[in-house]
């Protein structure tokens, strides 16, 4: 199991800020990237995937078109994500917002 930590602000800055919810999150090995259900579903195009670290749910970045890991935190409250990218590994918490490493 991968443990998280606060690592930096929006801006990669050295940040005092803590992250409640990274106590709870724990992940497993990355899932490999089956694409983003969303937009499988209205037929968009997804520029990176997220993982949500508290159910699974994969959906894409802030940068792709709908944004549906974001409007997954929006609806189900669940803030934190990590990168489903190959070989990415940080995380993010959409609450906080802070950057998130593995400990
Ligand atoms: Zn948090
Ligand atoms: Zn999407
Ligand atoms: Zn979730």
Same mark, same amino acid.
Do not use: I, N
């Given at each position: 199991?991968?443990?998280?930590?606060? +690592?930096?602000? +929006?801006?990669? +800055? &050295?940040?005092?800020?803590? @992250?409640?919810?990274?106590?709870? +999150?724990?992940?497993? #090995? &990355?899932?490999?990237?089956?694409?983003?259900?969303? @937009?499988?579903?209205?037929?968009? /195009? %997804?520029?990176?995937? $997220?993982?949500?670290?508290? @159910?699974?749910?994969?959906?894409? @970045?802030?940068? !792709? &078109?709908?944004?549906?890991?974001?409007?997954?935190?929006?609806?189900?409250?669940? &803030?934190?994500? $990590? !990168?489903?990218? #190959?070989?990415? /590994?940080?995380? %993010?918490?959409?609450?906080?917002?802070?950057?998130?490493?593995? !400990?």
């Amino acid at each position: 199991m991968m443990r998280w930590k606060v +690592a930096a602000d +929006a801006r990669c +800055a &050295p940040t005092e800020r803590l @992250c409640a919810h990274v106590a709870h +999150a724990a992940a497993g #090995p &990355p899932a490999e990237a089956r694409g983003c259900d969303g @937009c499988a579903r209205a037929g968009t /195009r %997804w520029v990176h995937l $997220r993982e949500c670290l508290v @159910c699974g749910y994969v959906g894409c @970045c802030d940068t !792709s &078109p709908m944004g549906h890991a974001r409007a997954h935190f929006t609806a189900h409250g669940h &803030p934190l994500v $990590r !990168s489903a990218q #190959p070989g990415e /590994r940080w995380a %993010w918490c959409f609450h906080d917002e802070v950057l998130l490493v593995p !400990s």
